[in-house]
């Protein structure tokens, strides 16, 4: 391991920035691509603190849904779309990436399949709609897409807001 | 497409048939949609003229228009009342460049407007007389007879009035599919929401898209070109109120609402004839916040496609830009808080309007 950590150089960078770059920039041109760049840089900071946590919350969360979303297509005989949902619910179990970036390939597999059964429910709301399940199955999947834009505010904010032009 | 002076010499003097002397040559270093160049040249010894190539960037646009479409509108919009720069000719890729670009003559003036964006009382008439002559530019677009001269070639046009959000909708849907490159879930929720939720236009008219300050011409006060066509449309004119930046200033005096979002609409309504709601443009801004998605998730293909040749911009737009715009479209749907008033204006914090 060499020290320092990736954390510790992205704060240097930024702050170098700051200090060092910035201030002298008088094309505006350079100065909107160097600004965005530093945005960018504090984006890529808050990942690698906050997304980790948030993958680990997202991936169990993420497949019990989709069993539940499961049962109910295959309760309902929704053939092709349970097959969409299981090969989903395969890949991300077969998955061999390592580390976070594996994290985050399982985790796309999972949304791609929560996507194409989400639309097959849309598809079919007229033929299912009387079916409490259906109802209760909506809700849930509509109470994972505010949990998840909150965990994407967690990286979100503290990269950006409050820090002065975008560009 | 080389922009250097011997090339652009070379290609112009060709393409004109006669001499051209190019003295200038300068990227507009501002928009992340499409790359602009200023080509400023002489022609057989002739007057300075200003020529402005537009074209993808390299890396492909944000958009999900085709640049066919752009040189489309604005030839079209030449036969209008509407203020546009003329439009000179198309280039295929080929002998001269690698990528297809237009060619339109530059229009004298700027996009900015200055004292604009103050909240100073001196500069309220200002401001005002700024905001009315843009609803009457408005008007002249949501006039223009779409159907004979053919805006419907490009723009997918709704059968009925009562169809133009759901025809909104669904183009919106057709362009996500075609550009995503992952799944957002969120976006078919909100699609089911706005079909649902559709508020029939008392007419279909061609609507420009983003539009507003830093987007038109002004010289001198006046509007004298309506530019970046981009994100046109057929439909509810109520859209490009959703889709105006910063053109219905919220002017407050002594406890009295001066100016507003209400008050242009209703001034837009006595010039247009066409009665525009309020809550219909809210409606349009769920639409204008999942066209932001669109973009953010084409840039992030584009970042993932080409990192070396895409635009910091474009990861800004994908990642930023896109999450705000997740959490306004849930908000709408009653899912969760809006995003503030400050996340939303700073969009638009740039490094020169914090200079201003």
Known sequence: MINPRPIDVLENLVATLDASVLPRLKDADVLSAATTTRHMLRYVLSQLRYEPASFAAELPRLTGLLEQVRNFLERVGASEALHGVDAALASAAVSNADGHEGLATRIAHLREGLHGAHRTLIEHRGEWAADPGYAELRGTIREYLSWQNLEEAKIVAPAFYGQGARR | ?356
């Open chain 2, 1 to 356: 497409m080389d922009f250097s002076v011997p090339h652009l010499q070379a290609y112009l003097s060709t393409r004109l048939g006669a001499p051209v002397e190019v003295t200038k040559v300068e990227r507009f270093g501002r928009g992340v949609s499409r790359m602009t160049w200023f080509v400023t040249c002489h022609r057989n010894g002739g007057e300075s003229e200003q020529l402005v190539f537009r074209l993808d960037p390299p890396s492909g646009s944000v958009e999900p228009s085709p640049l066919d479409q752009e040189y489309f509108m604005y030839e079209r919009l030449g036969q209008t009342e509407v203020p546009v720069a003329p439009v000179l000719w198309w280039e295929h890729a080929g002998r001269w460049t690698d990528r297809p670009f237009y060619v339109r003559r530059a229009v004298e003036g700027s996009w900015n407007v200055p004292d604009f964006l103050t909240d100073d009382p001196r500069h309220d008439e200002w401001r005002i007389a700024i905001s009315k002559e843009h609803m009457r530019a408005l008007s002249k677009v949501h006039a223009v007879d779409w159907k004979s001269l053919g805006f419907d070639r490009y723009l997918p046009a709704p059968s009925r009035p009562e169809d133009c959000g759901i025809n909104y909708a669904n183009t919106a849907l057709a362009q996500y599919d075609s550009v995503r490159g992952q799944a957002v879930p969120v976006v078919l929720e909100a699609i089911e929401w706005l079909r649902d939720n559709a508020p029939p236009s008392p007419r279909i008219c061609l609507c420009k898209g983003t539009n507003g300050y830093g987007e038109e011409i002004f010289r001198d006060g006046k509007l004298v070109a309506l530019s970046d066509w981009e994100e046109a449309s057929i439909g509810d004119p109520a859209a490009d109120f959703a889709f105006m930046q910063y053109f219905a200033p919220q002017i407050d005096r002594d406890g009295q609402n001066v100016w507003g979002l209400e008050k242009a609409l209703a001034y837009y309504t006595s010039v247009s004839g066409i009665p525009v709601t309020v809550e219909r443009v809210q409606f349009y801004g769920v639409i204008r916040a999942l066209r932001l998605i669109i973009m953010a998730e084409k840039c992030a293909t584009a970042l993932h496609d080409n990192p070396a040749l895409a635009d910091v911009r474009m990861a800004w737009t994908s990642t930023e830009v896109g999450h705000v715009c997740r959490q306004g479209m849930l908000a709408a749907m009653g899912l969760g808080a809006p995003p503030t008033a400050q996340m939303l204006a700073d969009f638009h914090l740039s490094v020169e309007s914090q200079v201003q």
